[in-house]
């Protein structure tokens, strides 16, 4: 099973919502991230958990909040988004050892913030 | 430090040719390619790891000019299913994590 899920596909939100977005693997990957594409833009890494840590945070406003409960699973916590922050939501898996490596991202989840 | 694509878009008819350059100005250890369809996830092309090396499968090919600091994709006969954004990639290692920096892509159309 080389695929990863996301959920929602798509999500509308209020400033004041909190919402959370979900991505899940069953690779046996111990890396996962967070990135935020907007449109015609490439790919821009937000986070990155490495065996259920956070390794990097490129500097991410706080009502990103991010969450590795195991290692299977990442979310994406959301609290008082800005409208600029709408955006497709990539997530995305990897080997950690021995590297480089392929990264295999999720379908993504369409977040719009009104 | 982002790597620096050219060109920005490319329009083909089916069965032409195509080649997409990567450049950094900083040192490149490993090239990463991947393919955005509108609307989809990218998707993972091939990763070259040291200079001088090429890869490829089907009719999609990569080399990678270490000295140079360059990577370029070639796309040979194109076919309609190559259409997209194409995106080269550079990584280094951060805490035992890959830190994965995209170039600005370069949206490929194929016409038939």
């Known amino acids: 099973d080389t695929e990863v899920t996301q959920t929602p596909k798509h999500l509308v939100m209020g400033m004041t919502n909190k919402k959370s977005l979900k991505c899940e693997q069953h690779?046996?990957?111990?890396?996962m991230y967070w990135y935020k594409q907007k449109a015609k833009k490439p790919p821009e890494l937000m986070f990155v958990y490495s065996y259920e840590k956070l390794s990097i945070n490129e500097s991410v406003p706080s009502r990103f909040s991010p969450e590795c409960p195991n290692s299977s699973l990442l979310n994406l916590h959301l609290h008082a988004l800005q409208p600029e922050d709408s955006a497709l939501y990539l997530c995305?898996?990897?080997?950690?050892?021995?590297?480089?490596?392929?990264?295999?991202f999720g379908p993504g989840t369409r977040l719009t913030v009104t | 430090q982002q790597p620096v694509q050219s060109p920005q878009a490319v329009i083909l008819r089916e069965g032409e040719d195509a080649v997409i350059n990567c450049s950094s100005s900083k040192a490149l250890y490993s090239v990463h390619w991947y393919r955005q369809k509108h609307g989809e996830a990218p998707v993972f092309l091939m990763i070259?790891?040291?200079?001088?090396e090429q890869k490829g499968h089907d009719k999609i090919s990569a080399s990678f000019n270490e000295k140079k600091q360059q990577s370029s994709l070639y796309l040979t006969a194109s076919q309609l299913s190559y259409s997209g954004t194409y995106f080269c990639g550079t990584a280094r290692e951060v805490q035992g994590a890959q830190k994965l920096v995209f170039g600005q892509g370069t949206r490929l159309t194929i016409n038939p």
């Open positions: 995305a898996s990897s080997p950690v050892e021995g590297g480089p490596y392929e990264q295999y």
């Open positions: 070259l790891l040291k200079g001088g």
């Open positions: 690779m046996g990957h111990r890396a």
